[in-house]
């Protein structure tokens, strides 16, 4: 997934940084990493230490430094939480590594632990980008597995799943509040948004009325 698209579904979900984010499948992190960026107003490629422009004949260094710094000073504390789970010991390695990069470490948590074992706070918000095609052909009934988990770990939370897999999203079991079309590159793909109550959403509203 690419940073533009982990940026617009971070922003779609409608987190306000007061709520847990957690993304449960968090891969390489880049889902984290766009949250974290915006949790703290961080300007997208700020540590970054060459840019092309750099080689332009009227490149002017100064002015450069002098618009980063203007650009650092504008970013905010955050005391909220964004959690990022995996079960492949690789991916955390690797998602670790790009948190600690962008210097973000200390408001992104990463953790090994199968989506399947997982338990979240009440209220707390998941991002959930599945594996895909070859990643998931052996696992029978996986997104009925997903929803199935969902119902029964993520009881009072709000859960997002982005996936190109559209047939299998059908067999989660759960009725989206939302869809909405979005492309993975060429990839098209459907982000879907699920509340999940204890009980019906009926009677959920009227125990919170």
Known sequence: MNEVLAAGIILLSGWDMKKELIDPMCGSGTLLIEAGLMAINRAPNIYRKEFNFQNWKDYNDQLFRNVKDQIMKKETPFNGKIKGFDISASAISVARKHVSNMKLS????????????????????????????????????????????????????????????????????????????????????????????????????????
């Open 106 to 209: 200390s408001i992104i948590n990463i953790q090994g632990q199968d989506f399947f074992q997982l338990k979240s706070n009440e209220n707390s918000i998941l991002v959930i980008n599945p594996p895909y095609g070859k990643r998931i052909e052996l696992k029978k009934d996986y997104y009925k597995q997903i929803g199935d988990s969902l119902k029964q770990n993520h009881i009072n939370t709000q859960a997002w799943i982005i996936s190109s897999e559209l047939e299998e999203l059908k067999t989660v079991g759960l009725r989206p509040s939302k869809k909405i079309k979005l492309f993975n590159g060429s990839l098209e793909c459907k982000l879907l948004q699920y509340e999940l109550y204890k009980g019906t959403k009926k009677i959920n509203k009227l125990q919170n009325e």
